[in-house]
């Protein structure tokens, strides 16, 4: 187990809706990275969050936001939901000196 | 790695072997490397990681090799055993950069 937890582990949603998914980092890491894993293909990066600040951002919309908090928790807010955002959203935590990023068992969305 | 869809390349091995798993990556301004092993349900559990500046890299019962030369890495598993029966993904990290840049993946399955 890495530390790192997730929440909720399973959402289904409807186009439209928004959503927010959860996730603490593990003690001692402050910097948060947040993937999205279709089925059958590996994770693509989003986002990462470095002292609640974004610290780089991939291909994604901006429906696609972020926030980190003072101690170093983060969410991932996902607005006007499309099919294709069905996915496996997993976090990543990883720290000053740290640079391997230690992941999530990760939440599995469904937009309906 | 390219990514394949719902098909993921498959290596079938039977257990007691050794197992080659390849990846071969994009970027070589890439400095740092990542073998991750994803069960299924979970999020991706990392094994092994090797910077630019190495070409072989050991742990407990794997080895990571990096080849810069033609963009190549590969994870070997001695003495596969059933529990090592995964996805596993390579991932690449673009000098210092914040993301990861993940493989496809590759299905392993170890028959007894």
């Known amino acids: 187990e890495t530390g790192v937890t997730q929440s909720p582990t399973h959402l289904i949603k409807t186009r439209g809706q928004q959503v927010t998914l959860r996730c603490s980092s593990q003690?001692?890491?402050?910097?948060v990275s947040w993937y999205q894993q279709a089925l059958g293909q590996g994770p693509q990066f989003i986002f990462q969050?470095?002292?609640?600040?974004?610290?780089g951002r991939g291909n994604f919309p901006p429906r696609f936001s972020g926030l980190q908090f003072p101690n170093y928790s983060s969410e991932l807010n996902v607005n006007a939901l499309e099919l294709d955002d069905s996915a496996l959203y997993l976090c990543?935590?990883?720290?000053?000196?740290?640079?391997?990023?230690?992941f999530g068992p990760g939440t599995r969305l469904l937009v309906l | 790695g390219e990514s394949v869809g719902l098909h993921l390349p498959t290596l079938s091995v039977q257990e007691g072997d050794n197992s080659i798993i390849n990846c071969a990556y994009s970027n070589s301004a890439s400095d740092y490397f990542i073998w991750y092993k994803q069960e299924s349900g979970k999020g991706p559990q990392f094994i092994i990681d090797?910077?630019?500046?190495?070409d072989k890299r050991q742990g407990q019962r794997v080895t990571v090799l990096l080849n810069k030369t033609v963009k190549h890495l590969s994870l070997q598993i001695a003495a596969t055993q059933p529990g090592d029966s995964a996805v596993y993904f390579c991932?690449?990290?673009?000098?210092?950069?914040?993301?990861?840049?993940f493989g496809g993946g590759t299905r392993l399955m170890v028959k007894p």
């Open positions: 991932a690449e990290r673009e000098n210092a950069g914040n993301m990861l840049t």
């Open positions: 969050y470095y002292r609640e600040e974004e610290n």
């Open positions: 990543a935590s990883s720290g000053t000196g740290v640079e391997t990023q230690y």
């Open positions: 003690s001692g890491h402050n910097t």
């Open positions: 090797i910077r630019s500046n190495m």
